[in-house]
């Protein structure tokens, strides 16, 4: 249903329009002002030259993206740590989109190796991702307080375990 397309420079787009949402950004402090989506762009693909994954989710081949996703190295705590985030567009939020790209970047994941347990921070209050995490076999390990960009969010914290991954996902 879903395919797992690579972020280019292309995509800067789509940048924009996630980041600059109302609804896509609510439980991520707001919407960025439209003068900082190209600093957001260039991090990113700065990220993916040092081996991050970021993807667009594509419905079917040919189609415009409809979201992205990916997994990061991230801090938490003083130590670092694999994070997994996500984000659809709100016209195509509630379609299944965001679960089966998830499917098929945790699959990648725990095929690749090499990032260990996954952790996730959806907002606290944001049903859809939390109940993400749930489906997938993440473990809620508790509230937390992360920074993002300077932005103070109140998050659910959750832990995919690297063991865990390939025989939760192969039962779904």
Same mark, same amino acid.
């Given at each position: ?11 800067a787009?789509l940048t ?22 190209p ?17 667009? *989710?594509?419905?079917s081949p $040919?189609? #415009?993206? !409809? %979201?992205?996703?990916g997994?990061f190295?991230?801090?938490? &705590?003083?130590q ?20 089966a ?27 859809a991702?939390?109940? *993400?995490?749930?489906?997938? $076999?993440? #473990?809620? !390990? %508790? ?8 932005? &103070?969010l ?12 390939g025989?939760r996902?192969?039962?779904?």
């Amino acid at each position: 249903m879903v395919e797992l397309i690579p972020y280019t420079d292309a995509d800067a787009w789509l940048t924009r329009a996630l980041e600059t949402d109302e609804r896509v950004m609510a439980e991520l402090g707001g919407p960025w002002p439209d003068e900082v989506i190209p600093r957001i762009h260039e991090r990113r693909l700065e990220s993916i030259a040092r081996g991050t994954w970021w993807f667009t *989710l594509v419905p079917s081949p $040919g189609d #415009r993206p !409809v %979201g992205m996703l990916g997994i990061f190295g991230s801090d938490h &705590e003083g130590q670092a740590i694999s994070e997994a985030g996500w984000s659809v567009l709100p016209v195509h939020q509630g379609k299944g989109y965001a679960s089966a790209g998830l499917a098929l970047l945790l699959h990648r994941a725990h095929a690749d190796g090499r990032w260990g347990t996954i952790h996730a921070f959806p907002g606290s209050t944001n049903a859809a991702s939390n109940a *993400l995490c749930r489906k997938f $076999g993440f #473990r809620l !390990v %508790g509230a937390d307080t992360v920074d993002y960009g300077g932005r &103070e969010l109140h998050c659910n914290h959750w832990l995919l375990e690297a063991p865990d991954a390939g025989s939760r996902l192969e039962a779904r």
